[in-house]
């Protein structure tokens, strides 16, 4: 059914701009296309299509809706129109013309014109010949597709012969690509729907499972429809979906994955396993807040409140400022899951603080998630600045930024701090936190996430209450009460519980408010059980937003279905105490379907406008059609056993069966449960058909069977010519495009995955082939991708291109990102050479996770399936399987891997019993055929079951849907054969003993038959050297068949024990060599040679077998029936005529018994062949012996095992006095194989020799592969061969040579460069003709150069210190890693750039660079060079700060110094049982073992041209020129610089740390000189040990919390072998400075120079002693001299044989066979550790040791690196006056604008405050002052900072020392008197760098605050004194800066000593009294002065006013004078009185 609206015209007088018509029926709305303004009549004539589930009732109605479309603002409604639909319904069509309707309802001079269809099926009318497309047949789909393949194919073949890779791209675009025409043929199922179409047609309500199949029959349209790609496990370290996880690879078995190799580099792309992922580890999140800046808002207190999760930590307070400088550092640990770390929510939250009284009101908060960090490099943000905004008034905009540091530390991450220094310039733009691709404006967004409806959920109440109740009210209730949980970006969202319902029906949508793109990427999605003790949780689903949505330039906003999200947990059998229970959670992988809920997801990008606030909304929302998404359709799942064998012996007693299951269909236990709604509903008959077809949907089970034995190991079920079949049918929405997709791109991801691993092997062989075989493999990946494009765009137009948006969106992405992924393919291809084929590797494999993430598809098409195995009622042991995996589609490239396969599964306990050692168990071994596909493809179900069975009626009508599939399928063609297990040796297994080591013997199991080999007793590495004889194995199907596909073999290995049972060490999986009978036994292909199989224990590598397994057909004359439970047993001797001989049997001490038989060797020419080779081993000594039973070790021995010979080493008399081997060197003489692959390992075992003759062992190493200690000799002859191929490649790709770094051997005399004159030279070199600068870059240049001016510490020579080459160092770190970095960016750039180009071109251009780089040594460049680098010239340069070298992690840790390892290597000795738990194993290490070991043919040729190590002949002997093993006495110096970021051990979030050091018994404490409250402390310590090696020979450095109360914490160590570094060739005893200088900071302390130095090394090396001469050294046949204009020619004499020979020494490492780097002066940075939290930081470390021979000449005193005091200063500023300070009050009298000014300013904090006196009633904003304030402070030069030392509180034990920047605040204020001052501006002047005043006022505006670099800028700490104008500013709310006023003062800096010689006094006092300011009179304080304010307010104001009263008033008496006297005086004068 269909309804389809075509909508023709609008007619809309006077009506201008774009429209759009927006039509709706049933809460589904279409919107028209775009119609532009082409006057009054509007042709649209577009059709609109709602295909229906259910008949439309007649008082339904369709509304139109039109508006008016603008592309800036919201769209404006014109007119509507409503249709009713009664007339449609009735006579099937409708066509009008009518008014359009305001929304008052009132007609509007506008019309509309439409034409309605409403299709039922059966009928087959048109309008007018239009209607929608019906959907495509499927085999007209089919032909289409396969044309398309064979173009593509002819084109590509085509193109493989033209010469131009470039035709190559233009031809495949033009491959055809044409949609088939829609068909309008009915499917099969179709037509049979409408012949059993059900009499009542009602609306179907929210379908359940058993429905499902009636709404199948309730109509809708045939074709093609279910469109889209499965979910599939990512790649990431995040899971997208955790609750759909792929099961074990240890589980899922297939023909390809035995190869050891393969193996191992495949799982090498996927960085964390799942269960890794769901495991519990430790975790530290540590945030560092800085400091914040523009803070909106005028003078506040603001705090900092970090969360994460559920914890809140907090800054301090800082007071009176919006720019507050924290640099605080906050620890968060965890022991959990990564999965559930990673969606905890990070919130940083600046809040003004407020007093007890009021709450802290919130300023601005900045969100994201851990994952987001995790995700980053390094798993950190590094001095990022967070944008923060008011989540309840986002148009407000930002309201300030939040600098700050977070990082993620794991287990073994090494914490990398990027190169940056403090005084870079702070770009808050350039440096956001945000992650790469994510825009810097980013706005608000609701993401709407829709819950319709959910199904088949299981019982979760107590059925005990029920029937309770049930019993006494008769009432039947559904147990379970859901609703839904959404949480996103730490909000949650709850829907209404619905109680008492399986089936529950929502339509309610969750709203999130939240910023886009959002900084958290998961929502979790939970139903659960409501209940009044403890809400349950029924089902987790999490949804990765990356996974929803695109970013590129046609990507999508997050969209998700409407789509079932399948939930699984724990089984659904209820039970108040669920084992499973956190399956439910998503931690885990479910092992049962638990429920579908139907969601859709949606983001709105919201206007500023209307804007809502942050938090969640949940409304109501409109259902939908499901039809609409996803037609349902009838599934078809078919298994067949094969074989069930290896079954645990404990489930042998019971009768088993086995049961398939997809989703609740299937599941006989404990499947689905009706609802009771549902039954009231329904009428009786129609229930009672419903269960019934409900039951014959499906046979899910096994017939239950007793399992046998033959050998009591394992038992197996007797399915042997008959295969049990289970089959179920079940509806689900049809959405198999999906899993098509994904499969398709699994193809190509499959074979390059085998292409890259074949060329990866053939790189590191470095095969002649190695080109031809990645062009190939890229060739394959071009023409794969072309495949896919050919099959998927005919599903990109209609209905096929997906259901939902998600869907179609992701057919594109897919399209477009294969599309571009064989265009770089191609690209690639041709610029693979020999030269650079590793950099195209790495290209290829960046394509490989390209396309892995397009095979993920987060909408879920089907469930996943299940096979559990039952006994005894009970679930015991299941498989979960992908649905995707098992897909059939008519296109064979669409099919899953295993559909219609034989596969192996190895079935596997549930939930946590599955993991750890009962996980190690399998519980059974099946050999199973699945299918899975429509009803009407049913036909296919059989067509891969392995041939040679007999086809019963039911296998002949599989065509027909509803016929049954068979119960049993019978073989008949079988084929028997002889199973030779050739086991030969294993290597590296996991100790399974106390001593460390194990009793191993071999289990091999072929079907159901199961044989041992002999134990070998305490070893890790056993040679069985047998051949195990299976006799006869039966295998069904074709014998060409089982060739290619034979059974697996399955070997375990196990430990003996004498007591209890044997202990399980792991398992192998092999595939046998299968012989047919027709084939002959002979080369090449038999015998087959001995491989390596990979050894597992759950998720563990337990070591590797060398064995091989073939299987030989044998005829059976004899055959006779078997018996039932019982093989016949035959005569091998009748078997074996047309056999190989057996070897004959060995020669056994041990007793044959009937049960084994004669113990057999491995044949002769399967063995590896052998030749005679030497090993060597150098025994130097033991190291850290920990205790044997409760006794010392104090006579130890070693012995060196390998292929059966042992070497023993001379016995230490006494460990502790010495525990170095007196006889150093041994060798033995050996038979090994001459393939390195077959070399047996050796085993270095440790054994205490004990009185009355007893050994007891110590411990044990295991060295798999000898091929580190193989020494492969290089002869005369191949020397020259590999001179003259470099000499051949050199030729083509000359290049100039860098003319600073010559190389040794290419020239007998060397210039060199002393360090003094090298970096200028360079510099000068650099920027010759080649590289000219812009005038801009040396303005910009010029101005950085002013600006560091200011950076240098004084450059007085004398005041040079230890620090200043340390700091000086530091910044030249920064500098080089940056360059590093850069430079390795721009050979990315070049390497991406030239895919683009051809290689040719790409390659000139980069040779054309190098030239014009290196092409500086012109004549006129030399003269210049020289004339201002000559002697004169030199005098004026200032000498440049010598530096030392800082390594950002360990000094062993450096490439170049090879762990210092060269001859001396150290090995760990084991001891115990290896568990699996990290901790326990670590504890096994007991002790070490020094030594080395090389092994080499023997005798080694005649004519070699090689040398050992240390640069000998090694015909006599590999280790020779070591040093003497004697115990040797040492002055050890250890220097600690530092710590940084050391982790809180205190409740106030810091630590009192301090250093203890231990070397053998000395144990040093400076606990007195902790540090109080510091996270970062300088120590500046040195510490003395004298030392003895080897005693003495590993130093521990520890860093202590101290505590008042209680026993100190540790807080982390880290561990220095010095023997190693005493003794190696690098010279790490004392580093060689950059400099040589007698005197100052850089004096050379090594008590041998230079000069003694080089001639010592020459000695060694047996070189000619070093001579010196006219400023000239010869070494050997080198002459090394300075350059003519060297500085250090003017030094002469015994200064410059000192700076030769120091210049030599920095180049040691290019002399041929002595030669090695140095060791330079340094600083390390060593890790700290804890053992409480094994494996994660603690904090860092900075240090230095040297150690100096006591039997050598000492040297002088240790280096002074006390941390430098900080210089007492004196900052004196005076406030002179203010000028146009804003006028804040009104004038009480007379209204009149005007302020009471005062200005404040302080240093170190608003606690240090000070005050001028109030300018009164300022009326102009002029303000005068004459006041000074004095601010003394203690200041840091080198680090820039005042450094503060205070009491944090009352109860604080002592000072706290703290740093801040030197930032000087000044604030004017307006004074009120009976309420708060009123605050008018600030400025913040950085004392190191701000704009120089203005000369006056008028020069003064905010343009002096511009960081540009168009200001002029000072240092105070250079200009001492300085006077001028400045700008007071407020920032409004839009950011911008208002000018508020002006002040001038005069700055002035003094040091202690000038303040004391120059005292001055605070304001206006003595000494040195500031004149008082000249202010007008009008300045005065009213209330004080009464007369002054009725002079100069009153009066001044009122003057005339006041006259003209007093003249009115005088002139008023009069007149009533007058008055009053003139009737008296009248009448007086009347009267004559």
């Not at 645990?648 to 398939?660: I, T, V």
């Not at 004149?1971 to 304010?1989: C, E, I, T, V, Y």
């Amino acid at each position: 059914m269909a309804l389809v609206v075509r909508l023709r015209e609008f007619f809309l007088p006077k009506c201008k701009g774009d429209k759009l018509a927006k039509i709706e029926f049933r809460g589904v709305a279409h919107t028209s296309r775009l119609m532009t303004d082409s006057g009054d009549l509007q042709t649209l004539d577009q059709l609109f299509e709602w295909p229906i589930g259910r008949p439309i009732e007649p008082d339904e109605t369709v509304s139109v809706a039109l508006v008016l479309h603008s592309r800036l603002l919201p769209d404006r409604s014109i007119g509507h129109y409503i249709v009713p639909l009664q007339k449609v319904v009735k006579e099937g069509k409708l066509s009008l013309r009518d008014s359009l309707l305001d929304n008052n309802a009132k007609t509007l001079p506008a019309t509309i014109s439409l034409e309605m269809r409403y299709t039922v099926p059966g009928t087959d009318d048109s309008i007018d010949g239009w209607s929608p497309d019906e959907g495509m047949d499927e085999e007209r789909l089919l032909v289409d597709i396969q044309q398309n393949i064979a173009n593509l194919e002819k084109t590509l073949t085509s193109n493989e012969r033209r010469a131009s890779w470039s035709h190559e791209q233009a031809s495949t675009s033009r491959t055809i690509d044409k949609s088939p025409a829609p068909g309008r043929k009915r499917s099969a199922l179709r037509s049979m729907r409408s012949l059993i179409r059900l009499g009542k047609q009602r609306p179907p309500r929210d379908v359940s499972s058993e429905d499902e199949e009636r709404a199948l029959l309730q109509g809708g349209r045939s074709g093609l429809d279910g469109i889209g790609t499965p979910v599939g496990e990512q790649a990431s370290s995040r899971a997208g979906s955790q609750s759909s996880l792929e099961s074990d690879n240890d589980s899922l078995l297939d023909a390809n994955s035995l190869d050891v190799t393969k193996k191992r580099l495949r799982a090498s792309h996927h960085q964390r396993t799942p269960s890794n992922l769901l495991k519990s580890q430790d975790f530290q999140l540590c945030i560092t807040i800085i400091e914040a800046r523009q803070l909106a808002g005028l003078n506040m207190d603001p705090v900092v409140c970090v969360q994460v999760g559920d914890q809140k930590k907090y800054t301090s307070v800082k007071e009176s400022t919006n720019c507050p400088y924290y640099n605080e550092y906050f620890v968060f640990d965890f022991h959990m899951p990564p999965m559930m770390l990673f969606d905890k929510i990070i919130t940083l939250s600046v809040l003004q603080s407020r007093n007890i009284l009021r709450h802290n009101k919130m300023l601005g908060s900045f969100k994201l998630d851990v994952a987001t960090v995790w995700s980053q490099p390094d798993h950190q943000f590094y001095h990022k600045w967070a944008l923060l905004s008011d989540p309840d008034d986002f148009a407000g905009g930002p309201k300030g930024y939040l600098k700050c540091d977070i990082s993620v530390i794991g287990k073994g991450d090494s914490v990398k701090v990027p190169p940056k220094s403090e005084k870079d310039e702070d770009d808050i733009e350039a440096n956001l936190l945000l992650p790469e691709g994510v825009p810097v404006e980013r706005q608000r967004a609701r993401f709407i996430v829709r819950v319709y409806r959910a199904d088949g959920l299981p019982k979760m109440n107590s059925s005990i209450m029920a029937n309770v109740k049930r019993a006494f009210t008769g009432e039947v209730k559904d147990l379970v009460d859901p609703y839904v949980q959404v949480s996103f970006a730490g909000l949650t969202g709850k829907t209404s519980v619905k109680k008492n319902c399986y089936a529950p029906v929502w339509n309610e949508q969750i709203v999130f408010s939240e910023m886009f793109p959002p900084l958290c990427q998961r929502i979790k999605i939970q139903l659960r059980d409501n209940d009044q003790v403890n809400n349950t949780i029924i089902g987790t689903h999490f949804i990765d937003l990356k996974t929803i949505s695109n970013d590129g330039e046609k990507g999508f906003l997050p969209t998700f279905g409407p789509a079932f999200i399948h939930l699984y947990g724990s089984t659904r059998d209820y039970s108040l105490l669920d084992e499973h229970a956190s399956l439910n959670s998503g931690l885990g992988e479910g092992v049962s379907y638990r429920a579908r809920l139907l969601v859709a997801i949606r983001t709105e990008i919201t206007d500023n406008i209307d804007i809502a606030p942050s938090g969640v909304e949940v409304e109501p929302s409109y259902p939908i059609t499901e039809s609409n998404y996803g037609k349902n359709e009838e599934y078809f799942l078919f298994g067949s056993i094969m074989d069930a064998t290896m079954i645990d012996k404990k489930l042998g007693d019971k009768p088993l069966f086995f049961e398939l299951s997809i989703g609740n269909a299937g599941n006989s236990l404990d499947g689905h449960n009706s609802s009771s709604q549902e039954i009231d509903e329904e009428e009786g008959d129609d229930y009672l058909d419903n269960v019934s077809a409900e039951s014959a949907c499906w046979q899910s089970t096994t017939p239950p069977v007793k399992p046998m034995t033959h050998d009591r190991l394992y038992h197996f079920l007797p399915y042997w010519d008959d295969k049990p079949c289970m089959y179920v049918r079940s509806v689900w929405p049809d959405y198999r495009r999906r899993m098509y997709n994904s499969n398709l791109i699994m193809r190509i991801i499959e074979k390059l995955e085998e292409g890259l691993l074949e060329s990866h092997l053939q790189i590191e062989a470095d095969s002649p082939n190695m080109e031809k075989t990645l062009k190939q493999t890229l060739d394959d990946l071009a023409f794969g991708c072309g495949k896919y494009l050919s099959i998927s765009r005919c599903y990109l137009q209609g209905t096929a291109a997906g259901k939902t948006k998600l869907d179609r969106e992701r057919m594109k992405l897919c399209v477009r990102e294969i599309e571009h992924i064989a265009s770089l393919a191609r690209n690639l291809k041709a610029l693979v050479a020999k030269h650079t084929i590793k950099e195209r590797y790495k290209t290829a494999q960046s394509y490989l996770q390209r396309l892995r993430y397009l095979a993920e598809d987060p909408q879920h098409a089907l469930p996943d399936i299940f096979l559990w195995l039952v006994s005894g009622g009970k679930r015991v042991a299941y498989q979960r399987l992908q649905a995707k995996d098992l897909i059939f589609s008519v296109v064979g490239e669409e099919s899953g891997k295993d559909c219609g396969k034989v596969q192996t599964l190895l079935l596997k306990l549930p939930g946590k019993r599955g993991i750890g050692v009962s996980g190690w168990v399998i519980q059974a071994k099946l050999r199973i055929y699945l299918w899975l596909g429509l009803t009407k493809h049913k036909k296919n179900f059989v067509s891969g079951l392995p041939a040679g069975y007999e086809v019963s009626q039911e296998i002949k009508s599989a065509e027909r849907p509803r016929a049954l599939p068979p119960s049993v399928i019978h073989f008949t063609e079988k084929h028997y054969f002889q199973l030779r297990a050739h086991m030969y040796q294993a290597r590296s297994l996991i100790g399974s003993d106390a001593s460390g080591l194990s009793d191993p013997y071999a289990q091999v199991v072929a079907g159901e038959w199961c044989k041992t080999t002999q134990v070998v007793d305490e070893t890790l590495s056993p040679t069985w050297d047998e051949l195990l004889v299976f006799p006869e194995l039966m295998v069904c199907g074709l014998g060409e068949e089982i060739k290619k596909e034979p059974p697996n073999i399955v070997i375990e290995i196990f430990d003996q024990d004498k007591v209890g049972k044997s202990e399980f060490i792991g398992r192998a999986m092999a595939k046998p060599h299968v012989k047919l009978l027709s084939e002959p036994y002979e080369p090449p292909k038999f015998p087959p040679k001995l491989e390596w199989f990979d050894i597992n224990r759950g998720v563990d590598h337990a070591g590797e077998l060398l064995a091989m397994f073939e299987m030989l057909e044998v005829r059976r004359p004899d055959f006779r029936p078997r018996k039932k439970g019982r093989q016949n047993e035959v005569d091998p001797g009748q078997l074996e005529f047309e056999l190989p001989a057996l070897p004959s049997p060995k020669d056994c001490l041990i007793p044959i018994t009937q049960d084994t038989g004669p113990i057999l060797p491995v044949p002769p020419d399967i063995r590896p062949t052998l030749s005679k080779y030497r090993i060597e081993v150098l025994f130097w000594g033991l190291r850290d012996v920990k205790r044997v039973h409760l006794l010392t070790v104090d006579k130890p021995r070693v012995d060196i095992e390998c292929a059966g010979h042992i070497l023993h080493s001379s016995v230490i008399t006494n460990a502790r006095k010495n525990p170095n081997f007196s006889t150093p060197v041994k060798f033995i003489d050996l038979e090994l194989p001459e393939q390195e692959l077959y070399c047996p390992p050796l085993t270095v075992r440790v054994v205490d020799c004990r009185s009355f003759g007893r050994y007891t062992l110590v411990g044990t190493h295991m060295i798999n592969s000898i091929h580190r200690y193989l020494f492969n000799p290089v002869t005369k002859k191949q020397r020259e061969v590999e001179e003259r191929k470099k000499s051949q490649q050199l030729q083509p790709n000359h290049t100039a040579a860098d003319p600073w770094a010559n190389s040794i051997s290419t020239s007998n005399y060397i210039i060199l460069d002393t360090d003094e004159t090298d970096v200028q030279l360079r510099k000068l070199a650099n920027s010759g003709p080649g590289t000219l600068q812009s005038k801009r870059e040396k303005t910009e240049s010029n101005r950085k150069r002013k600006m560091s001016m200011g950076h240098a510490a004084d450059d007085d020579e004398d005041s040079k210190d230890w620090w200043t080459k340390y700091f000086a160092s530091v910044e030249a770190m920064i500098e080089e890693t940056k360059k590093a970095k850069n430079e390795e960016q721009d050979r990315e750039n070049q390497q991406n750039g030239a895919c683009g180009q051809m290689a040719e071109g790409s390659s000139g251009g980069h040779e054309e660079k190098k030239k014009i780089k290196l092409g500086f040594k012109s004549a006129g460049n030399a003269a210049k060079i020289a004339n201002k680098w000559s002697p004169k010239a030199a005098k004026h340069l200032k000498p440049k700060t010598a530096l030392l070298k800082i390594f950002p992690s360990e000094l062993e840790a450096q490439p170049e110094f090879n762990a210092f390892k060269e001859w001396l290597q150290t090995f760990d000795l084991l001891r115990g049982k290896k568990t699996g738990e990290e901790t326990e194993d670590d504890s096994r290490v007991v002790g070490k073992f020094k030594g080395n070991i090389k092994v080499y043919k023997w005798p080694l040729p005649k004519d070699i041209d090689d040398h050992t190590i240390m640069g000998f002949d090694p015909q006599y002997g590999f280790f020779q020129g070591l040093p003497s093993s004697d115990p040797i006495h040492v002055l050890v110096r250890v220097y600690v610089v530092k710590g940084t970021d050391l982790h809180p051990m205190d409740l106030n979030g810091k630590a009192d740390p301090y250093v203890v050091l231990q070397l053998g018994s000395k144990r040093i404490s400076d606990k007195e000189h902790y540090i109080s409250k510091q996270l970062n402390p300088v120590f500046g310590r040195c510490f003395e040990f004298e030392a003895t090696f080897p005693q003495d020979s590993l130093l521990t450095v520890q860093v202590w919390d101290w505590d008042l109360v209680g026993s100190d914490d540790l807080i982390g160590e880290t561990r220095i072998d010095l023997e190693n570094r005493f003794y190696t060739r690098h010279r790490a005893t004392c580093g060689l400075p950059s400099k040589y200088e007698e005197y100052g900071y850089n004096a050379w302390r090594d008590p041998m120079k230079p000069t003694q130095i080089l001639a010592k090394l020459c000695k060694e090396g047996k070189l000619e002693p070093p001579s010196y001469f006219n400023g000239k050294v010869k070494v050997g046949n080198k002459t090394f001299g300075l350059n003519n204009d060297d500085v250090a020619l003017t030094r002469g004499g015994k200064m410059l044989e000192e700076y030769l020979a120091l210049a030599v020494l920095k180049r040691w490492d290019e002399f041929p066979r002595i030669g090695c780097k140095l060791v330079p002066e340094h600083v390390e940075t060593r890790p700290l550790y804890n053992a409480e939290k094994p494996g994660i930081e603690q904090g860092k470390l900075e240090l230095w040791v040297d150690m100096f021979p006591m039997d050598m000449p000492l040297p002088g005193p240790p280096l002074d690196i006390a941390p430098r005091k900080p210089k007492s200063y004196e900052l004196r500023i005076v406030i002179w006056n203010t000028d146009e300070v804003v006028l804040e009050d009104d004038a009480f009298f007379t209204g009149e604008k005007m302020s009471d000014i005062y200005v404040k300013g302080w240093l170190k904090g608003p606690e240090d405050c000070q005050y001028t006196d109030i300018h009164y009633r300022s009326l102009t904003g002029e303000g005068n002052f004459n006041w000074r304030f004095i601010f003394p402070f203690d200041y840091l030069v080198a680090e820039e900072k005042i450094v503060i030392s205070r009491k944090e509180s009352l109860f604080s034990w002592d000072e706290t020392e703290s740093k801040i920047p030197a930032r000087l605040e000044l604030q004017v204020w307006d004074a009120d008197h009976f309420s708060a001052d009123d605050f008018l501006g600030a400025i913040t002047l950085d004392l190191n760098r701000f704009p120089r005043g203005a000369k006056s006022s008028k020069l003064c505006t905010l343009d002096m605050l511009k960081t540009d670099g168009s200001v002029p800028m000072v240092n105070i700490f250079k200009q001492k004194r300085l006077k001028g104008w400045w700008p007071f500013y407020i920032k409004k709310e839009n950011e911008e800066m208002e000018l508020t006023g002006k002040v001038e003062a005069e700055i002035h800096l003094l040091t202690h000593e000038e303040a004391e010689k120059n005292p001055a006094g605070m304001g206006r006092n003595e000494p040195d009294p500031l004149d008082k300011p000249n202010r007008p009179d009008a300045s005065f304080m009213w209330f004080l002065n009464p007369f002054k304010s009725i002079r100069y307010i009153v009066w001044h104001n009122y003057k005339w006013t006041i006259i003209k009263g007093l003249i009115f008033t005088a002139l008023a008496i009069m007149l009533l004078l007058f008055f009053y006297s003139v009737p008296g005086y009248s009448v007086k004068k009347l009267l004559g009185a």
